[in-house]
T-cell receptor, first 113, second 114 residues
Framework: QKEVEQDPGPLSVPEGAIVSLNCTYS??????FMWYRQYSRKGPELLMY????GNKEDGRFTAQVDKSSKYISLFIRDSQPSDSATYLC?????????????FGKGTHLIIQP | DAGVIQSPRHEVTEMGQEVTLRCKPI?????LFWYRQTMMRGLELLIY????????DSGMPEDRFSAKMPNASFSTLKIQPSEPRDSAVYFC????????????FGQGTRLTVV
């Protein structure tokens, strides 16, 4: 079993829909959970991060972490065509540190106008 | 700041040739990371530096790969000799501090080895 699993998609939804992106993980040592957005031919950019369990909201984006289920989610409300991108989850162990960051393979999201 | 700058953006080379990828981190950042991204394996950390010193190179796939950071504003990733399976997008990222929460990525170098 891979440490981080993420459905590659593509996930195609109409504009305005609520989008749910998810990752599961197996390493209980992960404490930091992040979502990166990557547009085609660009580098990943940090979208949101949370520490331990709970929710975090930023505008149309909400990140959720359920450590008991080893499951994290990113919700996008009122999705826009400009949200079309690949979304990568990433996780780090306690204390942060570059060696603790593990990425999912990314979910390709398409928002249809 | 212009962000993390990588060159070249695209590189096509023949198997067996030496390839050098270049990175200029954001000024003032003390951590620099090299990643490789493929469809099969996703984004993988190859090596990272702190204050120009290599800290962890356990992600470097083989001895054919080497990385240097001669000063705070420049790093190279070299593959010698290159092989077709090295074809991937190579990203450089930099951050201020070790948590990577605010790591900034460059636009990547798309390497094709034929």
């Amino acid at each position: 079993q891979k440490e981080v699993e993420q459905d590659p998609g593509p996930l195609s939804v109409p504009e305005g829909a609520i989008v749910s992106l998810n990752c599961t993980y197996s390493n209980s040592a992960f404490q930091y959970f992040m979502w990166y957005r990557q547009y085609s031919r660009k580098g990943p950019e940090l979208l949101m991060y949370t520490y331990s369990s709970g929710n975090k909201e930023d505008g149309r984006f909400t990140a959720q972490v359920d450590k008991s289920s080893k499951y994290i989610s990113l919700f996008i409300r009122d999705s826009q065509p400009s949200d079309s991108a690949t979304y990568l989850c990433a996780m780090g162990r306690a204390g942060g540190g570059a060696d603790g960051l593990t990425f999912g393979k990314g979910t390709h999201l398409i928002i249809q106008p | 700041d212009a962000g993390v700058i990588q060159s070249p953006r695209h590189e096509v080379t023949e198997m067996g040739q030496e390839v050098t990828l270049r990175c200029k981190p954001i000024s003032g950042h003390d951590y620099l990371f090299w990643y490789r991204q493929t469809m099969m394996r996703g984004l993988e950390l190859l090596i990272y530096f702190n204050n120009n010193v290599p800290i962890d190179d356990s992600g470097m796939p083989e001895d054919r790969f080497s990385a240097k950071m001669p000063n705070a504003s420049f790093s190279t990733l070299k593959i010698q000799p290159s092989e077709p399976r090295d074809s991937a997008v190579y990203f450089c990222a930099s951050s201020l501090g070790s948590t990577q929460l605010e790591a900034f990525f460059g636009q990547g170098t798309r390497l094709t080895v034929v």
